[in-house]
């Protein structure tokens, strides 16, 4: 089972942040807050090789002008073991990361028990274009030879592979239940898919972070300096 700690966190933040900036928050979660410490206590006995999540609410939600997304609101015990079970490998996933500055950007997870943000307030998307910019600088402000690259990962989250999530829990050496409520949700929320994460949720957005650490260090080991905010990549090429 998730730690009395990262439920008691995961409360925190579904409370003061909610489960998805997509959709507005479960009243749920306000008994949630008021009886965080008893539910805590009462989830370290529950079976969760027999738990069954609930139903997901689906909908098409605006990406840009032209364009929607599929996004996910889960059952509200579905969230709160969701986010409890990511926090509690939450630390191993970031231990695995590169640092900001050499290049994974977005979403860099704080240990902090009593914060109900999880993720650093100097990674904005604004903080991420300043880190671009500092790519492309060199000392002859006249040189021409200078290049980037701009990329993204099309219908990222819809496209990630299951497998390759069972491998991020293997690298964190998630507890057997920790899997298992991961899994079961992921699995649920995507209709038995073999792909796709939920799509609005704290928990979804530091998983596939982890995901991406292969592809980071892979790029960081051609010595091509990048910045990677979410699935948004630019690479700076400098001919000589």
Same mark, same amino acid.
């Given at each position: !089972? +998730?730690?009395?700690?990262?439920?008691?966190? *995961?409360?925190?933040?579904?409370v003061e942040l909610a489960d998805t900036d997509i959709l507005p928050p479960l009243f749920e979660f306000r008994f949630f807050a008021d009886c965080s410490d008893s539910i805590a206590q009462k989830l370290e006995s529950v079976n969760f090789g027999a738990y069954r999540p609930k139903s997901c609410f689906e909908v098409l939600s605006p990406k #840009?002008?032209?364009?929607f997304r599929i996004a996910h609101q889960l059952y509200p015990l579905d969230t709160l073991l969701y986010t409890a079970a990511v926090l509690d490998i939450a630390p191993q996933i970031e231990a !695995?990361? &590169?640092p900001p500055?050499?290049? +994974? /950007?977005? =979403?860099?997870?704080? @240990?902090?028990? @009593?914060? +109900?943000? &999880?993720y650093s307030t100097s990674g904005s998307y604004h903080?991420? &274009?300043?880190?671009?910019?500092?790519?492309c600088e060199k000392p002859n402000p006249f040189d021409e030879n200078k290049f980037v690259?701009? #990329?993204d990962i099309s219908d990222f989250y819809p496209r990630i592979y299951f497998h390759r999530i069972e491998h991020i829990l293997d690298d964190c050496q998630a507890a057997n239940s920790v899997r298992k409520i991961i899994e079961g949700i992921i699995k649920f929320s995507r209709a038995h898919q073999s792909h796709g994460l939920p799509v609005g949720t704290a928990?979804?957005?530091?998983? *596939?972070?982890?995901?991406l650490n292969? #592809?980071?260090? !892979?790029? *960081?080991?051609?010595?091509? +300096? /990048?910045?990677? =905010?979410v699935d948004d990549y630019r690479m700076a090429l400098l001919r000589n």
């Open positions: !089972m +998730p730690k009395i700690g990262s439920t008691k966190r *995961a409360i925190l933040h579904l #840009t002008r032209l364009s !695995m990361r &590169l500055d050499e290049g +994974p /950007f977005s =979403y860099r997870f704080e @240990d902090i028990a @009593d914060q +109900p943000q &999880l903080d991420w &274009l300043l880190m671009v910019q500092s790519l690259i701009e #990329t928990a979804s957005r530091l998983l *596939a972070e982890g995901l292969d #592809t980071d260090r !892979m790029i *960081a080991g051609k010595n091509l +300096p /990048f910045a990677r =905010y």
